[in-house]
């Protein structure tokens, strides 16, 4: 008898009750996802969410980058510049237009923000419908099973949990070696959020973020700059990419191309001077502009988690947290996700694909993993850019020039012809295995709706989509879309790709 109590009692006192089963860090698009996933598995779940304001003092709601500083401001402000077009295009089609268009930026901006507070309160409803304990703190990691949370006020609250999520995500970057860069410029983080108007900007960067916001300014009708220091869309197919900058140009936006600043300096008149170096000339230039807009990329928020302590490895070179499949860290029930994992596409789908995944799994409901293969995104330049799979220059590196086959089209999307639209850079490439049943590899489309177009594709890629499966795809008439069920002609044929007729 004393034996067995005894031994209950041992047994007791190495069960360790926590307050939540899962606690997660960050609730932006992924950790918002596991959150609500895992609280709907029957888990004790808590969310910590915390903004930090950027160095220009914007602030915002739960979230995360996505809803506030991301995707949804960003699409709807391009939105807002497609329109400009639209209005151009409407007079072509009869539409009585009187005067000279002009656009207002606050009405539009605060339009958008509106729409954003509206995503925040309805994150926040979605969490207590769902029994999450929603915490505006920001959280950091005493142990692998202890968080503390700390709010704006200073007062703190520690948190023991099973497992611990973090998905914190990421901030855009300064450069460090610019004088004036923090002091007179902004990011993402502050552009969606501005009362006035940007003026004439200046936008350094090159990838996404850079000719996303520099299309939609240049849009709106502001006399809008990019500066590339090397290529546009590092990563992406460089040809598909050329035509992105091309349609830009033609568009309005100007490039500065192969020219990194050296300097922003405010004058008297209010006025952002910048100078920067040619580097193919080394000559210096200077210009104002009334904003300078700094897209040089995103580093991961873990400074603040106290990851070191607990022996939660980062990569060295970029910060970010090293994960496994099932993504976990080298801490065992310390998991991570989203941006802030090294190696996952830094995308809201997957974040949240991730992110509801991992929580059936912390639920014990099922073991799938992430799939990261085949993701498809779309870049929303003025002229949409969207693809699954691999560039033409992935796929050769892969594969051998001569082993691949690239079936491409130039097209004339119907709705350019009346609006007498250039249509130079509407083009679709479809790159598949030359041989057998010729699987795709490579699915790249520019045009209007792009994002539409490629997201139906996607689920053909997923499973393993050959070119006689998009042969046999019968179209719909008449589309962009149509155009790529219908692709004939190889790159290696040499043989005039533009599409004629119907
Ligand atoms: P986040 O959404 O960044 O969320 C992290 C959250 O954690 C934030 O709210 C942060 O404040 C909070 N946090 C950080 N540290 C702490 C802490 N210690 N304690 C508590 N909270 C903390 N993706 C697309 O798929 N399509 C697009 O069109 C698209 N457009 C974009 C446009 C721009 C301008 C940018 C910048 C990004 C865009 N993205 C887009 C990328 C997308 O926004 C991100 O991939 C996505 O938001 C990542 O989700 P996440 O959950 O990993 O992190
Ligand atoms: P990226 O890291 O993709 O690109 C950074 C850009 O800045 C590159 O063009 C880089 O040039 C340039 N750059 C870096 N440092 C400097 C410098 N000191 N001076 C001049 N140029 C510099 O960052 P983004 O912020 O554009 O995007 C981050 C991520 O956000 C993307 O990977 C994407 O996943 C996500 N996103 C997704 C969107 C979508 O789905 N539509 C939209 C926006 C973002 P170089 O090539 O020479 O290094």
């Known amino acids: 008898?004393?034996?067995?109590?005894?031994?209950?009692?041992?047994?007791?006192?190495?069960?360790?009750?926590?307050?939540?089963?899962?606690?997660?860090?960050?609730?932006?698009?992924?950790?918002?996802?596991?959150s609500k996933e895992a609280a709907q598995l029957g888990l004790n779940v808590a969310v910590l969410d915390y903004v930090e304001p950027s160095a220009k003092g914007t602030k915002w709601g739960l979230g995360g980058t996505c809803v506030n500083v991301g995707c949804i401001p960003k699409k709807l402000m391009h939105q807002a510049a497609l329109l400009g077009t639209a209005v151009k295009d409407a007079r072509k089609y009869g539409w009585q237009i009187s005067g000279p268009i002009s656009h207002d930026w606050a009405t539009m901006a605060e339009a958008v923000q509106n729409h954003v507070r509206s995503l925040n309160w309805g994150h926040r409803v979605q969490l207590q419908d769902k029994k999450v304990k929603y915490l505006n703190m920001k959280g950091s990691l005493v142990d692998e099973?202890?968080?503390?949370?700390?709010?704006?006020?200073?007062?703190?609250?520690?948190?023991?949990?099973?497992?611990?999520?973090?998905?914190?995500?990421?901030?855009?970057?300064?450069?460090?070696?610019?004088p004036g860069a923090v002091e007179h410029g902004i990011t993402s983080d502050d552009i969606f959020w501005l009362k006035e108007s940007p003026g004439k900007t200046l936008v350094v960067g090159?990838?996404?973020?850079?000719?996303?916001?520099?299309?939609?300014?240049?849009?709106?009708g502001l006399d809008t700059t990019v500066m590339v220091r090397s290529i546009a869309l590092r990563g992406f197919d460089q040809q598909m990419a050329?035509?992105?900058?091309?349609?830009?140009?033609?568009?309005?936006?100007?490039?500065?191309?192969?020219?990194?600043?050296k300097s922003v300096e405010k004058l008297p008149s209010g006025a952002l001077q910048v100078i920067w170096t040619d580097m193919l000339t080394g000559n210096e230039h200077k210009d104002t502009y009334d904003t300078v807009l700094w897209a040089v990329g995103r580093a991961p928020e873990t400074k603040a988690l106290g990851l070191n302590k607990l022996g939660v490895q980062l990569n060295k070179k970029t910060g970010k947290i090293i994960v496994g499949?099932?993504?976990?860290?080298?801490?065992?029930?310390?998991?991570?996700?989203?941006?802030?994992?090294?190696?996952?596409?830094?995308?809201?789908?997957?974040?949240?694909?991730?992110?509801?995944?991992?929580?059936?799994?912390?639920?014990?409901?099922?073991t799938a993993l992430m799939n990261y293969d085949n993701v498809p995104t779309t870049v929303f330049t003025p002229l949409e850019y969207g693809c699954v799979g691999l560039s033409e220059e992935e796929a050769e590196s892969r594969h051998g020039?001569?082993?691949?086959?690239?079936?491409?089209?130039?097209?004339?999307?119907?709705?350019?012809?009346?609006?007498?639209?250039?249509?130079?850079?509407?083009?679709?490439?479809v790159i598949c295995e030359r041989a057998g049943v010729q699987k795709i590899l490579?699915?790249?489309f520019t045009g209007s709706n792009a994002g539409e177009v490629t997201q139906g594709f996607a689920m053909g890629f997923q499973c393993g989509a050959t070119y006689s499966h998009l042969l046999e795809t019968v179209g719909i008439h008449p589309t962009s879309a149509e155009e790529l069920v219908k692709v004939n002609i190889t790159k290696r044929s040499g043989l005039d790709a533009t599409v004629t007729g119907c």
């Open 206 to 220: 090159a990838s996404y973020v850079a000719l996303e916001c520099a299309g939609f300014l240049t849009g709106i």
């Open 325 to 366: 499949v099932d993504e976990s860290t080298t801490v065992p029930n310390i998991y991570a996700f989203g941006d802030i994992s090294q190696g996952r596409p830094e995308l809201t789908p997957t974040a949240i694909k991730a992110g509801k995944l991992l929580a059936r799994r912390l639920a014990g409901r099922s």
């Open 401 to 429: 020039k001569d082993n691949i086959e690239v079936f491409h089209a130039f097209y004339k999307p119907l709705e350019f012809t009346v609006a007498e639209r250039d249509a130079s850079q509407c083009y679709l490439k």
């Open 442 to 444: 490579g699915l790249h």
């Open 145 to 178: 099973h202890t968080v503390t949370a700390l709010t704006k006020a200073g007062k703190e609250m520690t948190l023991t949990a099973k497992n611990i999520v973090i998905a914190t995500g990421g901030r855009p970057k300064f450069p460090t070696n610019i």
């Open 242 to 261: 050329e035509l992105v900058t091309d349609y830009m140009e033609s568009y309005g936006t100007k490039f500065a191309w192969k020219c990194v600043p």
């Open 1 to 34: 008898m004393r034996g067995s109590i005894h031994r209950f009692s041992s047994i007791l006192s190495s069960i360790r009750f926590y307050d939540y089963d899962v606690v997660v860090i960050g609730g932006g698009s992924g950790g918002l996802a596991c």
